[in-house]
């Protein structure tokens, strides 16, 4: 068996699985003086409390954060209402400059209509030939100045100057 032994020298078995012994292990420790120092080490109470404070989500600070979203949303509201009360208006504007161009046009139409069934020659010939009107002399016309001179409303005699 030596023979055996001699020549298996020179190979190493390597063993695999959980019974393998660890070489250079450190073991562990069961406390971490790091943590220690933090818990050991005093904190002054106005940085506690501020950080408290920043921490914490403070019931006026959300109840005006609720308030100003809730105007926020409402004014967003108005705001889109309003563009759409302009928007009609504009609609509405546009639709009645249209109907009046219509009417405009429509009454210059009648008037032409009205101004072409006219004869003025006719009417001169019947006021002159038969109903026996003729021109005013000199000094039958008597001008008069109006306060408003588009009508003048007649009620009494005119004065002579």
């Given amino acids: 068996m030596r023979e055996l032994d001699s020549r298996n020298e020179g190979r190493r078995y390597f063993v ?39 921490k914490a989500f403070d019931f006026k600070y959300m109840i005006l954060l609720v308030c ?25 504007v546009a639709q009645l400059e249209c109907n009046l161009n219509e009417q405009k046009n429509s009454n210059a139409e009648k008037s032409k209509r009205l101004e072409s069934s006219v004869d003025l020659t006719k009417i001169y010939d019947v006021a002159v030939n038969e109903l026996g009107m003729v021109y005013p002399q000199n000094g039958q016309v008597i001008s008069y100045e109006a306060s408003n001179p588009d009508y003048v409303k007649q009620f009494k005699d005119v004065p002579e100057k």
């Fill in 16 to 54: 695999d699985g959980n019974t393998v012994r660890k070489l250079n292990t450190v073991p562990k420790r069961d406390h971490q003086p790091e943590q220690e120092q933090r818990k050991e080490k005093k904190v002054d109470p106005r940085v506690a409390r501020n950080a408290r404070r920043a």
């Fill in 68 to 92: 100003a979203t809730g105007f926020l949303f409402v004014s967003c509201v108005r705001m889109l209402s309003l563009q759409e009360e302009i928007t009609e208006n504009r609609k509405l």
